[in-house]
Structure formats: C-alpha cells, structure tokens
C-alpha cells in the first residue's frame, strides 16, 4: 500500500501536476449533484478542460449497485480504458463508489480523490478502501485499491453544511484521542463559530489525517492495530441502528461523537483513562452535538445490537479502549453489564 497524499489549497496545481506526469488518454470526473455545482467549477484545471462529467444522485443511498452500474456504463459507453484517470470529487459516498467504479473497470484504472466534505478529507478518502452498500448492509462489496494521488484540501468547505462539518470533526475527535492529550485538548477548544476553509484548519486536517494513515500504514488490510480507529465506533453503531428503527436516522458523525462518551466512560472504568477527560469529552459534545436520547427500555436492543455489530466476535460486544490518549487497546470483550453501565453514564453526562 502506497498512498500519496498532498495538502493543499491550491488544488487545480496539485491536479495538473499529477495529470503532467503521467500520460492520460481522457479525464472522467466523478461527482454528485451537490458537489458537480458547488466544487466541480471551482476546480480551475487546465488539465481538466475537455474531462467528462460523472454525475451521481447525492446521498448514502445511493451507494449503491445501481449507481455503480451506471458509472461502469458510462466508462464502457465512452471507451475508457486503462490510460484514462477517474477523480472523484465528493464527500465519502463519491470517493467509496467512485474508487470502487474505477478500481473494476478493465481490471482497474487509475483514480485520484478529490475529498470535499471534513469526513472525507480525514477518513472516507484515505486508506484504500472502495465500496457499495448491497442487499441491505453497508459497504458489503468492495475492494481495497490505493489512489494514484489524494488531493486534501479545505478549500471547499465553505460550502459544506455546518452538520456535516460536526460530522467530519467528530472523526477528528476520535484520531486526536487515538494521538495525543494535546491535539485531543486543541480540539476541544473549537466553538464552530470559525470558518473552516483556511490554511489554518488545512493544518489540523493534515495532522488528522497522518493520524488515521498511520494506522492504515502499520496495517493496511484491516487486520488488528487498524481496527483502534473503530474506537466510539461499537456504540456509534448501535445509535445509528436504534435510530434507523425509530424511523429517525442519525449522522453517522454525530452517532460517533455519542459514542465516543460511552466508550470513553469504559475506558475510564476499565483501563483508568483519566476522569478529567472523559468530563471535557463529554462537555463538548452536549454543547455541540446534543444527545441522542435513550431510556433504559432502549438497553436490551442496544446490548443486542452491539452483540451483533460486525466488530463482535464470539458473541461478545467488542470495543476499542484507551488508558489514556494516545494509548489504545483494540479488541477489548466488554461485558453486558459494563454495556449497560456505559449507557447508564452515557445519560448522566448527556443529561437525558
Ligand atoms: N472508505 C472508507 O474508509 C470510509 C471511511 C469512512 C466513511 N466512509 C463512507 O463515507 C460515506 C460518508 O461520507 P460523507 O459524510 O462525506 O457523506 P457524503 O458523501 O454523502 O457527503 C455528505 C453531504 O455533503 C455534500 N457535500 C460534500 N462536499 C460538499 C461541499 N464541499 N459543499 C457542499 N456539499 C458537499 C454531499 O453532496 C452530501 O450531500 C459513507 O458512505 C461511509 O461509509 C468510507
Ligand atoms: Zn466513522
């Protein structure tokens, strides 16, 4: 695994020079309808004058075999082959269908990422892998296939909703605790009444995301040190499941920032992580996110759900710990009744 990535906000340079270099046939441009109107023309390439545009129905729905199948038909009907290059431009549903487009097309074309929501640019767009969600399950099918070039840059921000920005910060949250007390501290100060398309934040987006390579790094196919970066990840899931059967869905990134309180309370309880920062954590995402409202008739699917999550292993809820930040321990068997205390602790600190 090989993945180059540039952080930068001159991004029709970044583009031009990868383009330059290499000795493409024909640029396709992935996108969906938010980001084929708001960045596509914002690109300025010269390189990508002429490049013909893919554009897919925004929204995780839309992952899907069908889409997919339209972007193959698409390539097949204008006679891509291996010398053309694919950039997707999008939040994680464009660069996971995007990628995954490219990586099966004749066996494989080239493809740089283009990630323009804050999740993306931190997570969906790095480490290498593509997917489609299918017969009702999330990235059931796909493949792990590293980009030529991921291009990082939070130019393209202004025009994200602010729930979105929430969403990808709540990633940010669980890589600076996964880093260091200082990077997880600096988080904490944000009051979201900052603009987020600046040199300054591409800083703390580059920081997040050597955080997340570096696991992909030292285990790029998914097998044992990568899955810390699954911490608040067990939690999140069961949220978003219980959510779902409420007829309500959540943001993934919100369920995320909910789940990292609950696991942050086992790992205080099991591991000793310090009670001072699991208060701060807690503090900053009732201001900032609310709380997903839970009682304890909710307890029972919960624990079940968790039991089941894809993470869990001989039918035990499996979590990510940490005694400290910066100190993970993955693949820790929570018991039921800790389960239940977490949520227990869950609702004191979300005041609900
Ligand atoms: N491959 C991986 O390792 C990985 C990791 C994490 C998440 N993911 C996947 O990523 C997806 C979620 O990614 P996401 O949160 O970016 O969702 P998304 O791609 O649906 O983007 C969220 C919304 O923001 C819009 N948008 C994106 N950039 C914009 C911009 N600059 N201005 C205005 N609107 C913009 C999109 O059109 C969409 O409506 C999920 O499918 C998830 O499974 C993949
Ligand atoms: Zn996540």
Same mark, same amino acid.
């Given at each position: 695994m090989?993945?180059?990535v540039?952080?930068?906000?001159?991004?029709?340079?970044a583009i031009?020079?990868? &383009?330059?270099?290499?000795d493409?046939?024909?640029?396709?441009? &992935?996108?969906?309808?938010?980001?084929?109107?708001?960045v596509?023309p914002?690109?300025?390439?010269k390189?990508?004058t002429?490049?013909q545009?893919?554009?897919?129905?925004a929204?995780? +729905?839309?992952?899907? =075999?069908e889409t =997919?199948?339209? &972007?193959w038909?698409?390539?097949?009907?204008?006679?891509?082959?291996r010398?053309?290059l694919?950039?997707?431009?999008?939040?994680?549903?464009v660069t996971?269908?995007?990628?995954?487009?490219a990586?099966?097309?004749?066996?494989?074309?080239?493809?740089i990422n283009c990630?323009?929501?804050l999740?993306a640019?931190?997570?969906?767009?790095?480490?290498?892998?593509?997917?489609?969600n299918?017969?009702?399950?999330k990235?059931?099918?796909? @493949?792990?296939t590293?980009?030529l070039h991921? &291009?990082?840059?939070?130019r393209f921000?202004? @025009? !994200?909703?602010?729930h979105?920005i +929430?969403?990808?910060?709540?990633e940010?949250? #669980?890589?600076a605790m996964?880093?260091?007390?200082?990077?997880?501290?600096?988080?904490?100060?944000?009051?979201f009444?900052?603009?987020?398309?600046?040199?300054?934040?591409?800083?703390?987006?580059k @920081?997040?995301?050597?955080?997340?390579l570096?696991?992909?790094?030292?285990?790029?196919?998914?097998?044992g040190?990568?899955?810390?970066?699954?911490?608040?990840h @067990?939690?999140?899931?069961?949220f978003e499941?219980l959510a779902?059967?409420?007829?309500k869905?959540?943001s993934?990134?919100?369920?995320?920032?909910?789940?990292?309180?609950?696991e942050t309370?086992?790992?205080?309880?099991?591991?000793?992580?310090?009670a001072v920062? =699991?208060?701060?954590?807690? /503090?900053?995402?009732?201001?900032?996110?609310?709380?997903?409202?839970i009682t304890?008739?909710n307890?029972?699917?919960?624990?079940?759900?968790m039991?089941?999550?894809?993470?869990s292993r /001989?039918?035990?809820?499996?979590?990510v =710990? !940490?005694?400290?930040?910066? #100190?993970?321990?993955?693949d820790?068997r929570?018991?039921k009744?800790?389960?239940m205390?977490?949520l227990?602790?869950?609702r004191?600190l979300?005041?609900?």
């Amino acid at each position: 695994m090989n993945t180059q990535v540039t952080h930068t906000n001159r991004v029709a340079q970044a583009i031009d020079r990868i &383009i330059d270099a290499g000795d493409f046939t024909r640029i396709f441009i &992935i996108a969906d309808t938010n980001t084929a109107k708001l960045v596509v023309p914002q690109l300025d390439s010269k390189s990508c004058t002429g490049a013909q545009l893919i554009t897919i129905p925004a929204g995780e +729905k839309n992952k899907s =075999l069908e889409t =997919l199948s339209k &972007i193959w038909t698409q390539f097949s009907d204008s006679g891509a082959t291996r010398n053309c290059l694919v950039i997707n431009v999008g939040g994680g549903v464009v660069t996971d269908i995007g990628g995954m487009a490219a990586a099966t097309f004749k066996r494989g074309m080239p493809f740089i990422n283009c990630p323009t929501s804050l999740l993306a640019a931190v997570d969906a767009a790095l480490g290498g892998k593509t997917g489609i969600n299918f017969n009702g399950l999330k990235n059931e099918v796909g @493949t792990f296939t590293d980009p030529l070039h991921t &291009i990082i840059s939070t130019r393209f921000l202004s @025009t !994200l909703p602010p729930h979105e920005i +929430k969403a990808g910060y709540a990633e940010m949250l #669980k890589h600076a605790m996964l880093h260091n007390n200082e990077t997880f501290h600096r988080l904490l100060r944000n009051d979201f009444k900052q603009s987020f398309d600046t040199d300054e934040f591409l800083n703390e987006v580059k @920081t997040s995301s050597a955080i997340k390579l570096q696991f992909v790094h030292i285990d790029p196919n998914d097998m044992g040190p990568r899955h810390a970066l699954n911490y608040g990840h @067990t939690f999140a899931h069961a949220f978003e499941s219980l959510a779902m059967m409420r007829h309500k869905p959540i943001s993934h990134g919100f369920a995320v920032a909910w789940g990292l309180v609950a696991e942050t309370f086992l790992s205080h309880h099991i591991c000793g992580f310090p009670a001072v920062d =699991l208060y701060a954590l807690a /503090h900053f995402v009732l201001a900032n996110y609310g709380a997903f409202k839970i009682t304890c008739d909710n307890y029972e699917t919960l624990i079940e759900l968790m039991t089941h999550d894809k993470k869990s292993r /001989h039918g035990e809820i499996n979590c990510v =710990l !940490l005694s400290e930040c910066g #100190k993970p321990i993955y693949d820790q068997r929570i018991s039921k009744d800790c389960a239940m205390a977490a949520l227990d602790v869950y609702r004191d600190l979300m005041n609900i």
